[in-house]
């Protein structure tokens, strides 16, 4: 009993406990403020956040302030999950007043798939997190990839709402939060000091094929965004009616057209810096934190886009249908999701595949070899033409040698010859 009393007050598990029991709050809390104004509807929500905290608090005393931020977003990503679930019809009665009274640009299809991926990978991640804050563990990677998952979203939701036919509700200000402390996560897990040895080194044909693919990504990330705009350059219009037609739904928010804007802004140039640095051969550290983070970027994005293309709530006309759309238009489509998701996690899976830094050693190794092969011969060549000229100088002078001999004997023999004629 002691042992399981000790497992319970664990701060992991309390904050699991705690983050499903938003579920029966969040019934009692709908009902219960049926009929009020949008701005009590932010009073008691905000009362309700702060209880929250603070019965986390008093449970779990003694922790890391940040692992209360963790436990209230886990909390909070319960309830997040609640909202799709109204919106598709699986229960009733939990959260129908938010979404009329708090914010109904949600009840969309781009409102209900991000609370999907906020009600189950970011509610995974925080349990991590909290888990790993709370045990002393390192999690630098996972606070990358999961500060730059959520802003994105964050970046999305609120310009689509200040764009939304609805326009700003008084709720809003409830997804200040949700910007400031991811941002503080990033800000925290960058200010650490990076490995000493997150830097690797690439085959060349390895180099040249992660930078083409990389810069596919950028082009197509810049179309997405250029017709996001409006452009009628005709490339664009294309994009725009037949590749991704999500882009010109603008009831209840410009969602996907937002997201388009964010890829132009952010997702093309660093697409553009990692092809360029991966085909320099110049990726160290600060390029795998530019992937991951991109990467968590990346997939929030892709997830949203992709589940608005079969939600029920997104218009007929704005969806990609396979039956009817030609080939080009539907590879296009995939391209340019795959691109967008699968150059960033490329680029960041390289630093935890020691076997391609293995082959760019050997590769190394190789071209060195050949190298040291090659002087050494050319070393062996100037050695031979050496010996050979000492050889020749050696017999020429050996020859001048023989001659002079040979000439002073004849002087001499003419001497003694005239000596003799003389006598």
């Not at 007043?97 to 925080?126: H, Q, R």
């Not at 709402?161 to 939060?177: D, E």
């Not at 409006?230 to 490339?235: F, L, P, Q, T």
């Not at 076997?355 to 060549?381: F, I, V, Y």
Request: net charge positive; aromatic share 10%.
């Amino acid at each position: 009993m002691a042992r399981l009393q000790k497992l319970v007050l664990k701060p992991t598990v309390v904050n699991v406990v705690l983050a499903l029991l938003s579920v029966p709050i969040a019934y009692i809390f709908n009902r219960g403020a049926k009929n009020f104004r949008p701005e009590l509807v932010l009073v008691l929500a905000s009362l309700l956040l702060g209880g929250t905290v603070f019965t986390i608090k008093k449970i779990i005393p003694g922790q890391p302030k940040i692992f209360y931020g963790f436990a209230l977003f886990a909390f909070t990503s319960v309830i997040d999950l609640l909202i799709p679930l109204e919106i598709d019809g699986f229960v009733t009665n939990f959260m129908d007043m938010y979404l009329k009274n708090g914010e109904p640009y949600l009840f969309s299809a781009w409102g209900a798939i991000a609370a999907y991926w906020d009600g189950t990978f970011n509610l995974v991640c925080y349990v991590l997190m909290g888990y790993y804050v709370t045990n002393g563990l390192p999690y630098r990677n996972l606070a990358l990839f999961y500060s730059s998952n959520i802003l994105n979203s964050m970046i999305v939701l609120l310009l689509g709402a200040f764009l939304s036919h609805t326009g700003l509700h008084w709720c809003t200000i409830l997804n200040i939060p949700y910007v400031l402390l991811p941002a503080y996560v990033l800000w925290s897990a960058l200010a650490e000091p990076h490995n000493q040895n997150s830097s690797i080194s690439l085959t060349r044909s390895l180099r040249h094929s992660v930078a083409l693919l990389l810069l596919a990504a950028t082009v197509l990330n810049c179309i997405r965004g250029i017709s996001s705009l409006g452009s009628r350059v005709a490339v664009m219009t294309y994009y725009r009616d037949s590749v991704e037609p999500l882009i010109n739904q603008k009831i209840p928010a410009p969602f996907a057209g937002v997201q388009g804007i964010v890829c132009l802004v952010y997702f093309a140039p660093a697409y553009l810096i990692m092809a360029i640095t991966v085909h320099r051969n110049a990726v160290r550290g600060w390029i795998k934190d530019l992937a991951i983070i991109t990467s968590g970027a990346a997939l929030q994005a892709e997830v949203s886009l992709l589940g608005m293309a079969w939600h029920p709530l997104t218009q007929p006309e704005h969806r990609l249908a396979p039956a009817a759309a030609c080939a080009c238009s539907t590879l296009l489509h995939v391209a340019a999701h795959a691109l967008t998701l699968g150059a960033p996690l490329l680029v960041a899976g390289m630093f935890f595949c020691p076997a391609l830094t293995r082959a760019a050693d050997a590769d190394k190794k190789e071209k060195k070899d050949k190298h040291e092969r090659k002087d050494k011969k050319a070393k062996k060549e100037k050695k031979e033409k050496r010996e050979k000229k000492d050889l020749e100088e050696k017999k020429e002078k050996k020859s001048k040698e023989e001659k002079k001999e040979k000439k002073n004997k004849e002087e001499k023999k003419e001497k003694n010859k005239q000596e003799k004629k003389d006598d």
